[in-house]
């Protein structure tokens, strides 16, 4: 099936630990996005990659880092100095250097901090 | 980024069009006009977008005020799937990249 794979989907972790988001996608889409939803909030971005090799800070990428390897991948790190982790996390994409397309989205990671 | 202003809710009939407005009365020329939709628990689902001429596409309809300060989603019958939180969106054609800023959206409520 082609889309976007999100991995996990809930996610537990105790306060001071880094945890890793997966996002893998089979589009062969050029862009990836990683944003962040809090309840009853919109969304805000946290990094995006327009090319491997290449990501650029979003809204709130403090506390967060990313890497872009491969084109199918882009996984999110919360690491131990985001204050406030807790949140929906949602990874998605687009095709090509258009900025009049449509963004896909997966079906997010719920991560919890105890 | 441009701002847009959406009202915090709506409620709906089944099998009644749907008039979601949207503000955004600092618009600049090359802003388009983008519409998602979020059901609980999943990622935005795209629906529509536009730059000043109407659009029609299988699930919805985007009419664009003619200053384009202000924009309506039509859901031509809404059904309970409809019930989601709608965002309206403005993106600037120039920055690449499909950066879109989110509000915090219209919830949508439908009726049986």
């Known amino acids: 099936d082609g889309g976007i794979t999100q991995s996990p989907k809930y996610l537990f972790r105790k306060e001071g630990q880094n945890v890793t988001l997966s996002c893998e996608q089979n589009l062969n889409h050029d862009a990836m996005y990683w944003y962040r939803q809090d309840p009853g909030q919109g969304l805000r971005l946290i990094y995006y990659?327009?090319?491997?090799?290449?990501?650029q800070k979003g809204d709130i990428a403090e506390g967060y880092s990313v890497s872009r390897e491969k084109k199918e991948s882009f996984p999110l790190t919360v690491t131990s100095a985001q204050k406030n982790p807790t949140a929906f996390y949602l990874c998605a994409t687009s095709f090509g250097q258009t900025n009049t397309g449509e963004l896909f989205f997966g079906e997010g990671s719920r991560l919890t901090v105890l | 980024d441009a701002k847009t202003t959406q009202p915090n809710s709506m409620e709906s009939n089944e099998e009644e069009p749907v008039h979601l407005p949207c503000n955004h009365s600092?618009?600049?020329?090359?802003?388009?006009i983008h519409w998602y939709r979020q059901l609980p628990s999943q990622g935005p689902e795209y629906v529509i977008h536009g730059l000043t001429s109407n659009v029609n596409n299988r699930m919805a309809s985007l009419a664009i005020a003619e200053d384009r300060k202000s924009s309506t989603l039509i859901l031509h019958r809404a059904t309970l799937r409809d019930a989601a939180v709608y965002y309206c969106i403005l993106r600037d054609v120039v920055e690449y990249g499909n950066k879109l800023v989110f509000g915090a959206g219209t919830i949508l409520r439908v009726k049986s």
């Open positions: 600092t618009i600049s020329g090359t802003d388009y």
């Open positions: 990659s327009q090319i491997v090799n290449d990501f």
